[in-house]
């Protein structure tokens, strides 16, 4: 199982990424819950956003109303939206699935720097 997670880049304040985590290997994101965490310079990792396999959203408060997580079946892939970005939204967000197996999988992180 892989999850390759994509997307990460430098913004300024108020402009929007997409990062997109694809899953490989013997995983399917329709039976998982996919989860994006992030990690700040100096600080846990939080969670960020999960959809779980019935299809229900939640998200941390900070990111509540600028974030969509979704996916697509046919590219196995789990999707976050970040729109009008903030310079505390800056940290290595990572993908995670977990399986209802028990199996918990993660992806190398992709960069997220916004500027003021």
């Known amino acids: 199982v892989q999850l390759q997670a994509s997307g990460g880049g430098l913004v300024q304040a108020g402009e929007s990424l997409r990062l997109s985590c694809a899953a490989s290997?013997?995983?399917?994101?329709?039976?998982?819950?996919g989860n994006w965490y992030r990690q700040a310079p100096g600080k846990q990792r939080e969670l960020v956003a999960s959809?779980?396999?019935?299809?229900?959203?939640n998200y941390t408060d900070a990111v509540k109303g600028r974030f969509t997580i979704s996916r697509e079946y046919a590219k196995n892939t789990v999707y976050l939206q970040m729109n009008t970005l903030k310079p505390e939204d800056t940290a290595v967000y990572y993908c995670?699935?977990?399986?209802?197996?028990?199996?918990?999988?993660w992806g190398k992180g992709t960069l997220v720097t916004v500027s003021s």
């Open positions: 995670n699935a977990k399986t209802l197996g028990g199996g918990n999988y």
């Open positions: 290997g013997s995983i399917s994101i329709i039976s998982v819950t």
């Open positions: 959809i779980s396999f019935g299809g229900i959203r």
